[in-house]
């Protein structure tokens, strides 16, 4: 895993849009399309930013794929990821060539999943760009996390870690008004992506991050599993950084 630390989340986010950009890049002369992951929360407001400003790549034949989505908001709810991935990502490229949404606000969560793994085992997804909760997830897999499921997106219940984080973030106004249930691309699906670029800025999440470079590969820390993947790249801040031992920071 390669590890950057950047002075602060600005710079963290010019680091990894221009890496992500290179690898959509590479993937389209490769192949002549690529198909990449989005993340949503604050960890990739930069990013985003920086990525869709980035000269020179040709989303006309970029498809994307949506990470996770809350069950039973609507896409108008202020914390519907569906609008934030359409306000910082879809409308700021308008030739992108495709892009799928989860519908969590449908009746039938299970009938969702089955039509987003229809059309993502279509595709092989070149790029995906994550971030970490507070609790270690990956995506919406808090711990203990299901590693197993060959399942592409799955419903998965909230804990209540992840649903104080979404208050503590400002997008629900009460715990209880934070929905305790998500579709979530899986641990195993994720792990297939070409390349994974893990966005983590900020204080809060320091714990998660030595949890994930310094504790056993398991369950119980779900991104650790990041480790084993071979062409992954994590971008910290010095906030997110300041807890991990010299050794970590020296092999980065
Ligand atoms: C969020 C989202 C994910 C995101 C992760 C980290 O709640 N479900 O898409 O990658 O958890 O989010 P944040 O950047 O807000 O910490």
Redesign the pocket.
Known sequence: MKIEVSANREELGKSAAKEAAGKINEAISKRGAASIIL??????FEVLHHLVNYPGVDWSRVTMFH??EYVGITEEHPAS?RKYLMERFVRKVPMLLTYHMIDGSRLEPMEECSRLNEMLSKHHVNVAL?????NG????NDPPADFETDDPYILVELDKK?RQ??VG?GWFNTLEEVPER?I?MSIKQIMKSGHIICS?P?KR?AEAVRNCLEKPVSNIYPASILREHPDCSLFLDRDSASLLSAGTKKES
Request: charged share 20%; with cysteine.
């Open positions: 993340a949503t929360g604050s960890s990739q990470l996770d990821f994550l971030g970490i909760g507070e997830h990956l995506a919406f992840c984080q979404q973030e998500a979530t983590v900020d999440k």
